[in-house]
């Protein structure tokens, strides 16, 4: 019942293209890095070739000037020592920081032969022994071939070389060097800026991926939340237009579901109640819907469910799941026990409409039809009628109408017939198109009869009524039909726009018309004289014309009488209509 929110281009590529830099920044900093060190390593292997062509030359002259007794040679002959160590130190330069030769005692451990270091306080005596940092020496005389160990330390290079002197398959000495290289630090130095470069960019991407996804994050939670009703947990009013966004009306039957006299509970139990009312029945909603529906409260009691496509048949079994499910269900408020039920209209070609709010209206209506027939029911648009969304006239326009100050009255003089005084004028609805031109009540009214646009369209005409009566002095009437009288929010219209106007429903006479048959005289009759204490004058229109017949006379309380044209005019010479005129008279 939730779905996920559309995202919009600008978020689209926030999401998209920070990442991709980020990782691009990265992927390229990791090749500079690779590269580096290829680089370091080349240079490396140079100088270490470079350093091994001189030490091959000596160690060959050590291997053609001594043999495997090289320990007594050296330590017995002063004159052949110094002769090996003034050579050991031609192959010393700036970069050779120590250069020594070494052997390996009986206990495996490593003791100088020579050393070449200048520096008397770091000279090794002969002998002496040598604690080494790696295991290159080892290596050097178990492999018998040359090893090398390098670190990079304070951005210097450095290397060490064991070189093992080899006289008849055996490992007489090891000639060692440690030797620096500042070319390191010349290409260190170089990079450096660039490193910084990348990693301050890479940071920076890190960072703006972070504050992205953080409000991009907080955008999507607060965005939800601006659609989520915080009471009923369910979807908004606001959250339809982000819906249609994304999805088509013809993939859904639309439904408006409305609480049966909810207005009771908050009157008689509080709006704590109330809340706890609404809570319990969206649950029960909940419970006989799909994940893929989607319900929506769109006002106070009133919901909008769009359930996912399938057969209308069984929307309409889900409809009476739901009436029975709320109407099965007691609520346990604080204090109270609430039994509700619910009334639902069904719109099963929303897409027939020109809008989403001209599908909710055609629902709306068939609410209202379930409400009239007495509630706790479930009606459905006819298949019949939707050619209905295309060829009345567009609920969307008549709101448009009342916006647009477009809804005016024709005033109609009534005479009295012998003095052919004017007594009052009756106002006549007129809406005026987008062309200019007048349209009758007959051509809109039906569209809208059920409808809030109705109900906004009789606040219109009351203010013009209030206006006119403001500004003239004389009196007027306006027409309502029986469904009117019978209709709440009317009623309480008419309370509420002449509460502080009372001296006016003396000057206003509501005129009742017949457009149906009265089938509760009791109700309209409360109705009736309701409207008389508040001063209004009632009139029943056209007597004789449809359903009004003498019933209406003898249950309802009428100051005036307007007969239908068709029993008076030929008065005079109806010898049938006239005894019927007298009757009535």
């Known amino acids: ?23 691009i920044s990265f992927a390229i900093y990791l090749e500079y890095i690779k590269t580096k060190e290829n680089v370091f390593e080349i240079i490396q292997e140079h100088l270490i070739n470079e350093k091994l062509q001189l030490f091959e030359k000596y160690a060959n002259y050590m291997i053609l000037h001594t043999s495997k007794e090289i320990k007594n040679h050296i330590e ?38 020579l050393d070449a ?57 090891v000639l060692g060097a440690d030797f620096t290289h500042d070319v390191y630090t010349k290409i260190v130095d170089t990079l450096n800026p660039m490193e910084s470069i990348y990693l301050y960019v890479s940071s920076f991407m890190v960072i703006m991926l972070f504050i992205a996804y953080t409000l991009v994050f907080m955008y999507y939670t607060t965005r939800k939340k601006a659609f989520i009703d915080p009471l009923t947990k369910v979807y908004n009013r606001q959250y339809l237009a982000e819906f249609l966004e994304t999805t088509s009306l013809q993939d859904y039957h639309l439904m408006m579901i409305d609480l049966d006299h909810f207005k009771l509970v908050n009157d008689n139990f509080g709006h704590d109640a109330g809340d706890e009312v609404l809570i319990s029945v969206v649950t029960k909603i909940k419970s006989q819907i799909r994940q893929e529906d989607i319900l929506i409260r769109f006002g106070g009691e009133e919901f909008v469910l769009l359930v996912y496509k399938k057969e209308l048949k069984d929307s309409i079994i889900v409809a009476h799941r739901i009436r029975e499910a709320v109407m099965n269900n007691i609520i346990e408020t604080k204090n109270n026990q609430v039994h509700m039920t619910l009334s639902i209209g069904i719109n099963p070609f929303p897409y027939y409409a020109k809008n989403i709010e001209e599908a909710i209206k055609i629902a709306d209506e068939q609410l209202y039809i ?70 009758l009540p007959n051509e ?28 003239n002095s004389f009196d007027i009437s306006i027409n309502l039909d029986i469904q009117d009288i019978l209709n709440n929010d009317i009623l309480n219209l008419l309370k509420n726009k002449f509460s502080k106007e009372l001296g006016f429903t003396k000057r206003l006479t509501i005129e009742i018309l017949e457009h149906e048959e009265i089938t509760n005289f009791k109700l309209i009759q409360e109705r009736i004289i309701m409207l008389k204490e508040l001063g209004f004058t009632i009139a029943l229109d056209d007597f004789g014309s449809g359903y009004a017949n003498f ?35």
């Not at 019942?1 to 990782?23: A, C, E, H, Q, V």
């Not at 110094?82 to 390996?104: A, F, P, S, V």
């Not at 009295?416 to 987008?434: A, G, T």
């Not at 809109?444 to 006119?468: E, G």
């Open 76 to 113: 017995n002959n002063d004159e052949l020592s110094t002769q090996y160590e003034q050579n050991l130190k031609l192959l010393q330069g700036d970069e050779i920081k120590y250069l020594y030769l070494l052997y390996r005692d009986n206990d495996g451990k490593f003791r100088y032969l």
């Open 370 to 439: 379930a409400k009239s027939s007495g509630r706790n029911r479930v009606e459905v648009f006819n298949e019949n009628d939707k050619g209905q969304c295309q060829t009345s006239k567009r609920i969307s326009d008549i709101q448009l109408a009342i916006d647009e100050n477009r809804i005016k009255c024709a005033y109609q003089p009534i005479f009295l017939n012998n003095s052919k005084k004017v007594v009052k004028y009756e106002m006549l609805l007129r809406l005026i198109d987008q062309e200019g031109e007048i349209v």
């Open 444 to 471: 809109f009214l039906p569209s809208i009869r059920h409808t809030q646009v109705y109900i906004n369209l009789t606040r219109c005409v009351l203010d013009i009524a209030i206006k006119t009566l403001k500004e």
């Open 1 to 23: 019942m939730y779905r996920s929110f559309k995202m919009g281009r600008s978020s689209f590529i926030l999401i998209l293209i920070i990442p991709l830099m980020t990782l």
């Open 551 to 585: 019933r209406y006379l003898l249950n309802l309380d009428i100051d005036i009488l307007k007969i239908d044209g068709s029993i008076i005019q030929n008065i005079d010479k109806d010898k049938v209509g006239r005894p019927e005129f007298h009757f009535i008279a």
């Open 117 to 173: 270091t200048e520096d008397i306080n770091e000279k090794a005596e002969f002998d002496q022994k040598f604690d080494p940092l790696t295991d290159i020496w080892d290596m050097a005389y178990k492999t018998k071939s040359i090893q090398t160990a390098h670190h990079k330390e304070l951005q210097t290079l450095w290397i060490s070389i064991a070189y093992p002197l080899v006289v008849d398959g055996d490992v007489i000495a």
